[in-house]
C-alpha cells in the first residue's frame, strides 16, 4: 500500500510537471499573442502556434482533470484565445460572386534549381496556370523549363536568375512588363505587370524574403518583409505569391494582410495546409508559409498545394476573380 507521504510525493511532482509545461506554453503564446517577431527561436515558435494551441487545449483539460484548477484554467483560457486565432483558417469565409476575369496565379520554390521543370510545368497544365511566381531560380532551372515545354504554355517570362537561392523569375500566359516593386531586398523578387485581356491589369510580385532562422538572425527577413508592398488603392489589382518564409502567425505578414491584402489559403477554408518541408516530413514540424496574397478586391474562388518533385516546397495555387473595368 502507498503511504500518505509517497502519495504527497507524487502530487507535487505530478504539479510540477504541469506547472512548467504551462509556463512554457503561456511563453509561447503570449509571444504569438504581442506579436513579438524577436530572435530566430521567437520566430520559429511563432511558426508552430498551430501545434502549440492544440498542446494547450490538452494540458489545461489533462490539468482540470487532475483538479489542478488554477492551472488548468488559465492554460485553457490562453489556448482558447488562440484557438479563436487559428481555428477560423480551417473554415472558409463568405465571399461575393465574382464579376470579372478568372486567373490562376501558382507559386513554386524550386530549390535552388532543383526542383523538376517537368513535375513543374505538369502541375502548370493541369491547374490551366496563367501567372507562375518562382523562386530560387537559377539559370540551369531556366534552361531545364525551355526544354520542358514551360514556353508552350506561359510564353511571356520576366526572369531574374541566377546561381544559388537568390533567382527570381514570372512566367505568365499573358504579356508582361518588368516592374520594381520593392526596395532592394536580400534575394531578389522579380515584380511584373501582367497585361489581362479584358480586365483590369494585375501587378504580380515573386515573393521571397530571406529566411529568419539563418545564424545572424531575423533582422534582414524583418527588413524584407517591411519592404513588401502594400496594395494600392489608386492602382492595379495586386498579388503577392511565394515563399514569405512566415506563417499567417507571424506579425509582419499579418500587418501586411492588414493593408488590402487576403491571404487565398485562409479565404477558402485552407490556411491550415502545410507547404514546408514536403514530402511528409514530421521534423521540422510542416508549416505553411508560401502563400497567395490576392487584393482584397478579388474573390478567390480556388487554393490548392501541389506536390513538385525535387522541391523542400510544395507549390501553391490560387483562382481568383479580377474585377472588370
Not at 42 to 66: D, E, R
Not at 138 to 145: G, L, N, W
Not at 233 to 259: E, M, Q, S
Not at 263 to 285: I, K, M, N, R, Y
Request: charged share 20%; with cysteine.
Amino acid at each position: 500500500m502507498v503511504d500518505i507521504g509517497e502519495r504527497r510525493t507524487r502530487r507535487k511532482g505530478t504539479t510540477f510537471l504541469l506547472v512548467v509545461a504551462a509556463i512554457a506554453f503561456l511563453l509561447a503564446a503570449f509571444t504569438r499573442l504581442l506579436g513579438i517577431d524577436g530572435g530566430r527561436y521567437m520566430v520559429a515558435t511563432t511558426a508552430l502556434t498551430p501545434y502549440f494551441t492544440a498542446a494547450g487545449v490538452l494540458l489545461g483539460a489533462l490539468a482540470l482533470l487532475l483538479r489542478r484548477w488554477a492551472v488548468g484554467t488559465v492554460t485553457l483560457l490562453v489556448a482558447v484565445v488562440l484557438v479563436a486565432a487559428v481555428a477560423p483558417r480551417a473554415f472558409p469565409d463568405s465571399r461575393p460572386v465574382g464579376v470579372g476575369r478568372e486567373v490562376t496565379v501558382m507559386a513554386a520554390n524550386l530549390l535552388v534549381g532543383k526542383a523538376e521543370a517537368e513535375a513543374v510545368v505538369a502541375a502548370v497544365r493541369a491547374h490551366d496556370v496563367d501567372v507562375l511566381a518562382m523562386q530560387e531560380l537559377t539559370p540551369e532551372m531556366v534552361r531545364d523549363f525551355e526544354r520542358a515545354g514551360l514556353d508552350d504554355v506561359l510564353p511571356h517570362r520576366h526572369f531574374l536568375d541566377e546561381p544559388g537561392g537568390s533567382g527570381s523569375g514570372i512566367a505568365s500566359r499573358y504579356p508582361v512588363f518588368p516592374r520594381t516593386l520593392t526596395p532592394p531586398s536580400t534575394l531578389r523578387q522579380a515584380g511584373a505587370l501582367v497585361d489581362l485581356p479584358g480586365a483590369e491589369d494585375l501587378e504580380v510580385l515573386s515573393v521571397h524574403p530571406l529566411p529568419p532562422v539563418v545564424y545572424e538572425g531575423p533582422q534582414d527577413w524583418q527588413r524584407d518583409m517591411a519592404g513588401l508592398p502594400r496594395r494600392a488603392l489608386d492602382g492595379p489589382v495586386r498579388v503577392l505569391a511565394g515563399d514569405f518564409n512566415a506563417t499567417l502567425d507571424h506579425v509582419g505578414l499579418r500587418r501586411l494582410l492588414n493593408t488590402g491584402y487576403a491571404d487565398a489559403a485562409d479565404q477558402v477554408g485552407a490556411g491550415l495546409h502545410a507547404t514546408w518541408p514536403s514530402g511528409g516530413a514530421l521534423w521540422p514540424p510542416p508549416v505553411a508559409i508560401d502563400h497567395v496574397l490576392v487584393d482584397d478586391r478579388c474573390p478567390v474562388e480556388d487554393f490548392a498545394v501541389v506536390d513538385i518533385a525535387g522541391s523542400d516546397h510544395r507549390a501553391v495555387v490560387s483562382r481568383f476573380v479580377v474585377p472588370a473595368r
